[in-house]
């Protein structure tokens, strides 16, 4: 069964830090391109990192670039999001997808999705 799972949301303050995994079954292990989406509430669902497996390139969207880090792990098949300097406007349900190999951006265009796992920032 195809299947992606995220753990590791919570609530923290700003400036704190926050990691989450997403395990993925053989098969969705198999798509060419990993990656994060968030949703913050009344806004549309947007990239936060994407992983291009064939060749091990990484793209993040500037709003997380270097606070956020994103790492594979093939003998677990997950996919990891390491968050650091953590805002309020980072506030989100974050989503794992597996998709197709011209990585994309849009949500529309990714077959595979986790329930996903809310991370809130907040004082």
């Known amino acids: 069964q195809a299947e992606l799972v995220e753990s590791g949301g919570g609530s923290v303050q700003p400036g704190g830090s926050l990691r989450l995994s997403c395990a993925a079954s053989?098969?969705?292990?198999?798509?060419?391109?990993m990656a994060w989406f968030r949703q913050a509430p009344g806004k549309e669902r947007e990239v936060v990192a994407r992983?291009?497996?064939?060749?091990?390139?990484?793209y993040y969207d500037d709003s997380v670039r270097g606070r956020f880090t994103a790492s594979i792990d093939n003998t677990k098949k997950t996919f990891d999001l390491q968050m650091v300097r953590l805002k309020p406007s980072d506030t989100a349900m974050y989503y794992c997808?597996?998709?197709?190999?011209?990585?994309?951006?849009?949500?529309?265009?990714?077959?595979?999705w986790g329930r996903g796992t809310q991370v809130t920032v907040s004082s």
């Open positions: 053989e098969d969705v292990y198999r798509r060419q391109c």
């Open positions: 992983f291009y497996k064939p060749k091990g390139w990484l």
């Open positions: 997808a597996a998709g197709p190999n011209w990585c994309p951006t849009a949500p529309s265009q990714f077959d595979n």
